[in-house]
Nanobody
Framework: VQLQASGGGLVQAGGSLRLSCAASGIIFSIVAMGWYRQAPGKQRELVAAITRDGTTNYSDSVKGRFTISRNNVNTVDLQMNRLKPEDTAVYYC?????????WGQGTQVTVSS
């Protein structure tokens, strides 16, 4: 599975950004896709994930502000609203297929105060 992420950038606090991730390869083996983030000096953490049947899971820190959606079998979007400076991080797309995690290249999200 190859993952291509897009979106991200610089936004002021309170603003919005949208990340997109497109998967290619053995896409029909993907059971879940999601987004993780890693801030400087911190461990990578789950932001949001969605399973093939549409079940979603969010980090407590983003609940009510971020929405993950699956457009089709191989594309996942993350709509990020009411962004906060603490959301600043490199965001990574993730997919799980055949019990193997796959990662896309990171995309920087910077929220200025």
């Amino acid at each position: 599975v190859q993952l291509q992420a897009s979106g991200g950038g610089l936004v002021q606090a309170g603003g919005s950004l949208r990340l997109s991730c497109a998967a290619s390869g053995i896409i029909f083996s993907i059971v879940a896709m999601g987004w993780y983030r890693q801030a400087p000096g911190k461990q990578r953490e789950l932001v949001a994930a969605i399973t093939r049947d549409g079940t979603t899971n969010y980090s407590d820190s983003v609940k009510g502000r971020f929405t993950i959606s699956r457009n089709n079998v191989n594309t996942v979007d993350l709509q990020m609203n009411r962004l906060k400076p603490e959301d600043t991080a490199v965001y990574y797309c993730n997919a799980e297929a055949r019990a193997i995690p796959y990662w896309g290249q990171g995309t920087q999200v910077t929220v200025s105060s």
